[in-house]
């Protein structure tokens, strides 16, 4: 299929086409396809603090920083010498390396983690938390919420089967039924649905699985109390409660969401997965948790798990220099412009009129646009009853003005300390033009 040349990024359709010819949908993450706003994904060039610039020379202020892992900017000086300093010592020897003790350090110092181990992507982390999970438990029943997502691993690719306590079903053709027959999957923030999953399967359950703030619904956080009652819940029932920071892991605070609820309310996860920030723009992640249950893994313990180009120097040593910028003063800084972000994106809609939940979690936020006033959104159903066409309308108002969203209404936002006033001022002028484009979009039903 040929995809539509689009007269505002000639170099990007093109590119667009040839990358069809060879990769499946163009592309080597869906999201990145367009597929939910349509029209041609812009092909990047190069990126600089809080700007993207694309092959046809367009800039964009980034508003979706790699999807997270951007924290200091585009093509941080620190992290870029730290690396160019690193790839000429050579960029993989399959051996121990300095770099990743230390990152291993710098994430016991910030998390409650007592040991960590490192892998390549989110996916393997949650994947090898799960595997350690159940072979330190002994049980294979897992416990994930609808709208949280853990990466493309096999048994968290699973849709709520036909009543709230019955298994899962896969989310995708390709998983086996036997994968997902030993996940169930709840609503999100409903202890109802938890309590009565635990009371009559308690026994039988590994773990617990949640993101510890959600940004892959859009950004649906916790309810107050929810991750110390999962916590808790999980500790009576002898599951581990295994809290997914892939996304917000060294992003909302300088411990994660964890630092902004477990240790302010005195609870821990029992293992705790990482991604994103803490690869500095590189493939790293990692998985940690309580010291008896990472002993189980190899080569101290039974439980398998290895990789190739895990630990990789180049890759640690920018997760490293990352993680060593990312001060106070950055958290504050972000947390002060997302703030004042979501609040202009809120007024702007409710100035066109657009029915619309503004939501944040810590420094992570997204927009809601519904036909119909909403108050609040606490779990995917609700998130899925958004009209997506009035998100596509805004972002290809916002993109037409310069500025890069999430092609997906169901991302979050994410911001950098790059993001100073006078870039805030670029997107804030925007904002009613594109709010007016959500607005003139008919409800659903109505179109
Ligand atoms: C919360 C969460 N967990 C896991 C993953 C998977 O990470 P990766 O894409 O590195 O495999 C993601 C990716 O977006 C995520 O947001």
């Not at 859009?218 to 002898?238: Q, S, T, W, Y």
């Not at 420094?363 to 959104?377: G, W």
Request: charged fraction near 15%.
């Amino acid at each position: 299929m040929t995809p539509p040349s689009d007269p505002a990024a000639p170099g990007s359709a093109a590119l667009f086409a040839r990358a069809r010819a060879v990769t499946p949908g163009g592309v080597n993450s869906p999201v990145r396809a367009f597929q939910a706003v349509g029209g041609t994904p812009r092909f990047i060039e190069s990126a600089r603090g809080a700007f993207l610039r694309d092959v046809d020379g367009t800039e964009y202020v980034d508003l979706v920083c790699s999807w997270g892992p951007v924290l200091l900017g585009h093509a941080h000086p620190a992290v870029q010498e730290a690396v160019a300093a690193a790839v000429a010592r050579g960029t993989s020897y399959g051996t121990p390396t300095r770099p990743e003790v230390e990152l291993a350090e710098e994430i016991v110092d910030r998390t409650p983690v007592d040991q960590v181990r490192l892998v390549s992507s989110g996916t393997e982390a949650t994947m090898s938390a799960i595997r350690l999970a159940r072979g330190f438990t002994g049980r294979d029943l897992i416990v994930k919420f609808a709208g949280c997502y853990h990466g493309h691993v096999d048994s968290l690719l699973a849709a709520a089967g036909s009543g709230l306590a019955t298994f899962a079903v896969p989310g995708t053709p390709g998983v086996p039924a036997a994968s997902t027959a030993a996940t169930m999957v709840l609503p999100y923030n409903d202890r109802a649905a938890v309590e009565r999953v635990f009371a009559e399967h308690g026994d039988e359950i590994a773990c617990l699985v949640t993101e510890a703030s959600p940004g892959n619904m859009g950004v649906v956080p916790p309810l107050p109390g929810f991750n110390g009652f999962l916590a808790d819940i999980c500790a009576r029932h002898g599951a581990l409660f295994v809290s997914d920071e892939v996304m917000t892991g060294f992003r909302v605070a300088r411990s994660g969401q964890w630092g902004l609820d477990g240790a302010r309310e005195g609870w821990r996860p029992d293992l705790l997965t990482f991604g994103k920030v803490m690869g500095g723009g590189f493939p790293a992640a990692a998985f940690g948790g309580r010291a008896d249950v990472m002993g189980m893994l190899s080569p101290d313990g039974p439980v398998y798990q290895a990789g190739t180009l895990s630990g990789n120097p180049v890759a640690t040593t920018a997760g490293l220099a990352t993680l060593r910028a990312a001060t106070d003063a950055v958290y504050a800084h972000i947390d002060r412009a997302a703030g004042l972000l979501a609040e202009e994106v809120d007024k702007a809609l409710a100035e066109a009129g657009v029915p619309h939940v503004v939501q944040a979690g810590g420094n992570m936020f997204s927009v809601f646009l519904f036909d119909d006033p909403v108050e609040a959104v606490r779990d995917f159903a609700t998130a899925s009853a958004q009209n997506l066409d009035r998100y596509a309308a805004f972002f290809h108002a916002m993109l037409g003005q310069g500025i890069y969203l999430p092609p997906s209404a169901f991302e979050a936002w994410f911001l950098s300390s790059a993001h100073d006033d006078q870039v805030l001022d670029r997107v804030v002028a925007a904002l009613p033009v594109a709010a007016r484009a959500a607005a003139a979009v008919p409800p659903r039903g109505e179109a």
